[in-house]
Nanobody, 124 residues
Framework: QVQLVESGGGLVQAGGSLRLSCAGS????????MAWFRQAPGKVREFVSG????????YYADSVKGRFTISRDSAKNAVYLEMNSLKPEDTAIYYC?????????????????WGQGTQVTVSS
């Protein structure tokens, strides 16, 4: 059973920080590009950040650039999203996703594996 499980979400005040984790199980994701998406109530799921399979390239939505940092640890079969200077508009369910091996990072929904999400709530 292949799974991606997110953790680290919670309630934080504006200006605060959170670190999200995505742990893979059932297989290794060391050769998969990984990404974080988020979906707020009443809105479509949007791309937040992505990282290439070899960690050589990272990508960010304009809305989070300079505030969020994506990273990965192949030994732990995990990816992370460090979120700083959080704003109320960052409130959403955050999803981890993995694309097919050796593929490029995509900003659309063309991913093969998805986690169930972790809630991030930023209060003002």
């Amino acid at each position: 059973q292949v799974q991606l499980v997110e953790s680290g979400g919670g309630l934080v005040q504006a200006g605060g920080s959170l670190r999200l984790s995505c742990a893979g199980s059932g297989r290794t994701f060391s050769t998969n590009p990984m990404a974080w998406f988020r979906q707020a109530p009443g809105k479509v799921r949007e791309f937040v950040s992505g990282i290439s399979w070899n960690a050589g390239s990272t990508y960010y939505a304009d809305s989070v650039k300079g505030r969020f940092t994506i990273s990965r640890d192949s030994a732990k079969n995990a990816v992370y999203l460090e979120m700083n200077s959080l704003k109320p508009e960052d409130t959403a369910i955050y999803y981890c996703a993995a694309r097919r091996a050796f593929a490029a990072v995509a900003r659309n929904y063309d991913y093969d594996y998805w986690g169930q999400g972790t809630q991030v709530t930023v209060s003002s």
